[in-house]
């Protein structure tokens, strides 16, 4: 049985004629860069998500550059993260010259926590960086309330969580991506609504922000060959703004193939005592970018058991940003986080996309059991 992390090119073969179609369609008009399709590609994000400003953009760490570029900060202000997420998000803010601040995760949704979040913030805070990660969302309602308390920008990093929903506390619903002041999206191949190579959104409901940023993001130019600010040139290609456009039609139905695959999981291996099945929330959705379980002892062992029988698992993040080589100049050390850690020991991601079948499911969850018995 050929068993992948991911299976880009089943769902391609799904959709040929239509993504293969918009291809041809942008080589015959030549316009590669903006243009038409880029243009049209922003509208129906705008439209999914229900915010007023889309900007696409080379990819997701560039879409967290600009934004913290649009923000006006200052060298050495405080941003607080999470150190348990890709690298992207602490590296812009050292890019910048900003001060990353780290704050511990919650052990079971393995998101940033309001209350360790709230011990770090100083008077030199000026913004919060909540990441959605593995595709279900940070508590938004509670870090919203706590940046509005201390005047702080919120830029969310949702580039695992393009299409889950929030869920606030009076029932009311609105995607991920909307809450905050700015949020940060991929298209990298295996986000949620992959390309077929790089690219990134940011998202706002603020129009004058939107405006500044969709300017960096061209050099910072106001009108032609005229610069108000200091930008970068990060943009969506044509070619890769039509097959988002056409995989964007299919993105619920991608999550729902997920949830499906993880309702599987976690029938399957919901009664093993030795792991823990993804938590789930009252206050959002979980788009199952990456399956993963948590594994109290002997996750490595299991890891190599499931390889030898065919089964790729992987380990987001082996190592928590503050433990890594190039940031120990921020001066944290080992037990500082000491949640995040833990989880760095314990999380392992079992193949997760929108073909996984029946039979692939029964085999990966039959080997688990078989481990441990
Ligand atoms: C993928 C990812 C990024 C970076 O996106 P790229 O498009 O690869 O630059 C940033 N943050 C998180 C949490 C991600 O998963």
Redesign the pocket.
Known sequence: MNIQMVDLYGQYMKIKNEVDQAMQEVIASSVFVKGGKVFEFEENLRNYLNVSEAITCG??????QMAFMALNLQPGDEVITTPF??V??LEVLVLLKLKPVLADIDPGTFNISPEKLKEKITPKTRAIVP?H?YGQCAPMEEIMEIARQHGLYVIE?M??ALGADYIFTDGTRTKAGTIGDIS?N???PT?NLGAFG???SVFTNDEKLGAVIRSIANHGMSKKYHYRQIGVNSRLDALQAAILDVKLNYLDQYIAARQEAAAFYDQALGNLPEIAIPERISYSTHSF?QYTIKVKTGRDQLQEYLKHAGIPSMVYYPLPLHLQEAYQFLGYKKGDFPVAEECSQQVLSLPMHTELSQEQLEYITNRIIEFYR
Do not use: E, I, M, R
């Open positions: 990819n997701g760490t560039d879409a967290l997420t890709f992207s998000t990441v990660l990093d580039c695992q940060c991929s298209f990298f986000k790089d690219g990134g970018h």
